[in-house]
């Protein structure tokens, strides 16, 4: 978030996800957790990332394949990404970059 975004901060809201162990789907029975989860308060801190709209971006960002090449072929099986980046409002995110 830039510091013009005076939007308020909207905590996790924990009620939202399923249980982890819910007996009647039977794989949450070997895969649920043992023990209650420890919770840890998230702050704006740990929600947001980090800021690139002071860098430019360079010709071949946009290309995982192609950025920080040094002249050989990638190694690993190609992964196609599609999607967008959008805040906790749902608006587009300008400027991120992923990695």
């Known amino acids: 978030m830039s510091e013009l975004d005076t939007r308020r901060f909207v905590a996790r ?15 949450t029975i070997a895969r649920s957790p043992s023990q209650a989860l420890v919770s840890i308060p998230q702050s704006l801190s740990e929600t947001t990332g980090p800021d690139f709209t002071h860098l430019k971006m360079g010709k071949y960002d946009n290309d995982l394949l192609l950025n920080f090449n040094h002249g050989g072929l990638p190694v690993g099986e190609r992964v196609i990404m599609c999607g967008r980046v959008i805040d906790q409002y749902g608006n587009p995110v300008p400027h991120t970059l992923v990695e």
Do not use: A, F, S
Request: glycine fraction near 6%; proline fraction near 13%; avoid cysteine.
């Open 13 to 27: 809201d924990r009620n939202w996800q399923p249980k982890g162990y819910t007996p009647d789907y039977k794989t």
